[in-house]
């Protein structure tokens, strides 16, 4: 890759990221820190992993966000102190979206060459939802880069030919799933569910069972402090979070409406509260208060699915819809120049990046795992709850084929230019 032309890329993603952190700040009300309630409890985590506290909001919400995120906003507190600016935060979401952008062209570089991947790398700096996930405090930041450094070892171990090293790849790229999922829950089943589909290609499914196979043992090996942690406190297996219940239930229930509304969490919890309270049966039975209340949302959310199947396929559009709206959805964010940039940028990078992995689906699965992001965070959320927001990691991979197929697009007409000015050449001659 030409260093000098990636070193400029990478500063041209740090100095858009932290112009619009400092636009972002300029932005928000007098007193607001954060427009999103994610942001709220990341930074209160952070704040007691940074004063040496347990991991928890309060006694009753142990189990409650992943530790990723919270234990790197934690360097911010030690950084500037008890009462850090947020600007700090968002400096530091836009040293985590450059290296997301390295990623890309890391993945790019390796997929196609190195003109796709100075490509790449310019429009992932720019690209607009790419810098809106590094300028909000969201687990989104962290998330990305570690994502995108999982693709690229599973792309490793995939190209390289040496069955010892094929492993060493595999369990990193494992790892880096792990460590991912520490970041953000819903890609704890990424790996089997991509294992799962590319075993469908009857030519590979030795060589990616044995890369699936490593890389499981990789995820497992990181996630399982984290397990051992989560059954001390509850006595149960909990694979990522106690917050499943609740997002289900906001995603699958007779007030969903595909967006999310956490407002019932605070009835279920006064409901089982008075049943402790007056002991009746169910009381205290089934672990810690946070797993009932969690069970208890999750119960009902399927019992309510099972007795509405109509109204969970037409849920299921509206989150589609949702996910893959070109016009934002937020209403504060329903600017006609804020929706025309998205949109804008959004459109072509979607249709190319499809299409791009059409064109090159023959040159096996690294390319096909392009694509496999979308597809798997869009069959997630049309269950939970569906957001722009969801979809953004999976189009930065697309990001990689879309430059695929521009580069080639323009070579192709740069040869025909050739060709044709070859032949004038020649009639000239005569």
């Not at 869009?378 to 580069?407: D, K, W």
Request: glycine residues 8%; aromatic residues 12%.
């Amino acid at each position: 890759m030409y260093p000098k032309l990636s070193l400029l890329i990478l500063l041209l993603a740090f100095a858009v990221r932290i112009a619009a952190g400092c636009w972002w700040e300029q932005r928000l009300p007098e007193g607001v820190k954060f427009v999103f309630p994610d942001s709220e409890a990341y930074w209160e985590l952070a704040r007691a992993v940074a004063d040496g506290r347990p991991f928890e909001m309060n006694p009753d919400r142990r189990v409650f966000r992943m530790p990723g995120y919270p234990a790197l906003l934690a360097s911010v507190f030690w950084l500037a102190g008890d009462e850090p600016p947020v600007l700090a935060a968002r400096g530091l979401g836009a040293i985590l979206g450059v290296l997301a952008v390295g990623g890309v062209m890391s993945l790019a570089s390796l997929l196609f060459d190195r003109q796709t991947a100075l490509l790449a790398g310019a429009v992932a700096a720019i690209y607009p939802e790419a810098v809106a996930m590094s300028t909000f405090v969201l687990s989104e930041a962290p998330f990305c880069p570690l994502m995108m450094l999982h693709l690229c070892c599973w792309t490793l171990a995939w190209r390289d030919g040496m069955v010892g090293r094929q492993a060493s790849w595999a369990l990193a790229a494992g790892a880096a799933a792990g460590l991912a999922t520490l970041m953000r829950p819903s890609w704890l089943l990424f790996v089997p569910f991509a294992v799962g589909f590319g075993l469908l290609r009857p030519a590979d499914w030795r060589r990616l069972a044995w890369i699936g196979l490593w890389s499981i043992v990789g995820l497992l090996g990181v996630m399982a402090p984290w397990w051992i942690r989560n059954w001390r406190i509850t006595e149960r297996f909990v694979p990522t979070t106690l917050q499943v219940g609740e997002s289900l239930y906001d995603g699958l229930s007779a007030q969903a409406t595909g967006e999310s509304d956490m407002r019932f969490v605070d009835d279920f919890r006064a409901e089982l509260r008075a049943q402790d309270a007056a002991q009746t049966p169910l009381a205290n039975q089934g672990g810690c208060f946070e797993a009932r209340l969690d069970r208890r949302m999750r119960d009902a959310s399927i019992a309510w699915a099972v007795r509405h199947p109509g109204r969970v396929v037409q849920l299921a559009a509206v989150k589609f819809l949702r996910i893959w709206n070109v016009w934002p959805n937020e209403a504060s964010l329903r600017s006609w120049v804020f929706g025309t940039v998205l949109m804008v940028a959004y459109v072509p990078v979607l249709v190319l990046g499809l299409a791009g992995v059409w064109q090159t689906a023959r040159g096996g699965w690294p390319y096909l795992l392009c694509v496999l992001p979308a597809v798997y965070f869009t069959a997630l959320h049309v269950v939970f709850v569906g957001s722009i927001r969801y979809r953004q990691p999976a189009l930065l991979v697309l990001i990689v084929p879309a430059a695929g197929l521009t580069i080639q697009w323009w070579r192709g007409r740069r040869v025909a230019g050739g060709s044709e000015s070859d032949i004038a050449g020649k009639s000239r001659g005569f």
